[in-house]
C-alpha cells in the first residue's frame, strides 16, 4: 500500500515569492491534515480536511496561507507572500475518521522542507 | 502554552539497555495518548498508544505507562536496539469530550541509542 505522497521534498525561495506544496493521501483515507514543524518542535495542526470540507482551520493564517481539497483527495498548501519566518517542514497526514473516540490513527508523508531566503 | 511537554530533548542509552522517555501533560481532558517515532528525512510513524482507562500498554519491546493523577506518561523501551535511535513524538487527544480528536504533538526527545 503506498503511503503519504508529498511533493516537492525541498523547495528554497526568496521572500515574497509564492510556494505551492502538494500532497496525496493513503487511497481511501477520507482525513487530511496539514502540519507546521519548526526545528526542535512538534507538528502543529494547521488545518485538516473531512472529505472535501475545512473542519479546522482555526491555527491557519489566513491573510497568507491557502488550502484546498476540491474532490476530497489530494490537497494543496499554498503560501503568498512567503516570509522568512514561514521556514519549516510542512507535514502532510491523513486517517479514516470512523467517528468520535474511535481510532483514528494518522499516517504522515515525508513532509516538505521549505527554506525562505 | 505547551500542553504536551516533554522536557529532556535528548537522551542516550547503551545497546541492551532500557530506554526511558517521559512526556507529561496539561489538559485534564486528554484522554487519548500516543508516541511517534521520527527518522531523518521522514514523516512521524504511530508506534503505541494508551487509553485512559488504561495506565499500561504493552507492544512487544515498547511499553507506555499511563499516570493519570500526575499527568505524566512513559515509553519504555526494553532492550534498546541501535535502530530505535531516533525522535520520538508524545502526543494527547481528547475523543470524547471536543468535537474531534485533535492531536497535540510534544516537542520531541531526540533517542541515541550507542552500540
Known amino acids: 500500500e503506498a503511503g503519504v505522497v508529498q511533493s516537492p521534498r525541498y523547495k528554497i525561495i526568496e521572500k515574497k515569492q509564492p510556494v505551492a506544496f502538494w500532497c496525496n493521501p493513503i487511497s481511501g483515507h477520507n482525513t487530511l491534515y496539514w502540519y507546521l514543524q519548526n526545528l526542535g518542535q512538534g507538528p502543529e495542526l494547521l488545518i485538516r480536511?473531512?472529505?472535501?470540507?475545512?473542519?479546522?482551520d482555526s491555527q491557519l493564517p489566513k491573510d497568507r496561507f491557502s488550502a484546498e481539497r476540491l474532490k476530497g483527495v489530494d490537497s494543496t498548501l499554498k503560501i503568498q507572500p512567503a516570509e522568512l519566518g514561514d521556514s519549516a517542514v510542512y507535514l502532510c497526514?491523513?486517517?479514516?475518521?470512523?467517528?468520535?473516540?474511535?481510532?483514528?490513527?494518522?499516517?504522515f508523508g515525508p513532509g516538505t522542507r521549505l527554506t525562505v531566503l | 502554552d505547551q500542553q504536551v511537554k516533554q522536557n529532556s530533548p535528548s537522551l542516550s542509552v547503551q545497546e541492551g539497555r532500557i530506554s526511558i522517555l517521559n512526556c507529561d501533560y496539561t489538559?485534564?481532558?486528554?484522554?487519548?495518548f500516543l508516541w511517534y517515532k521520527k527518522y531523518p528525512a521522514e514523516g512521524p510513524t504511530f508506534l503505541i498508544s494508551i487509553s485512559s482507562i488504561k495506565d499500561k500498554n504493552e507492544d512487544g519491546r515498547f511499553t507506555v505507562f499511563l499516570n493519570k493523577s500526575a499527568k505524566h506518561l512513559s515509553l519504555h523501551i526494553v532492550p534498546s536496539q541501535p535502530g530505535d535511535s531516533a525522535v520520538y513524538f508524545c502526543a494527547a487527544s481528547a475523543r470524547r469530550k471536543t468535537s474531534y480528536d485533535k492531536v497535540i504533538f510534544g516537542p520531541g526527545t531526540s533517542l541515541s541509542v550507542i552500540p
Open positions: 480536511y473531512e472529505n472535501e470540507e475545512a473542519v479546522d
Open positions: 489538559n485534564s481532558m486528554f484522554d487519548y
Open positions: 497526514a491523513s486517517s479514516f475518521w470512523t467517528g468520535y473516540g474511535g481510532d483514528n490513527e494518522q499516517f
